[in-house]
């Protein structure tokens, strides 16, 4: 019983992390952009914090900057001319 809790436990403490950003996905799937299939259509490997972004995820993160934006607005996607 109490390993069953303690693995019960152990996964949502994972699993928490991992579906943070899920909302983003679901976004830019309703904005039209269905490529964008999981974190990784902007993040190289597991997203976190401060992790390595790919060529679409840095061009969020410069326009983020130019619009001297609090968040990342999946709009400007539309302005993304990468894969």
Request: net charge positive; with cysteine; aromatic share 8%.
């Amino acid at each position: 019983m109490r390993i069953a809790t303690l693995i019960a436990a152990a996964a949502l403490i994972f699993a928490i992390p991992a579906q943070a950003k899920m909302p983003f996905v679901k976004k830019a799937q309703e904005l039209g952009f269905t490529e964008v299939k999981d974190c990784k259509a902007c993040h190289v490997g597991a997203p976190k914090k401060g992790g390595e972004m790919n060529a679409r995820g840095k061009f969020l993160l410069e326009a983020k900057a130019k619009h001297k934006a609090a968040d990342v607005d999946l709009n400007w996607l539309k302005d993304y001319k990468g894969k």
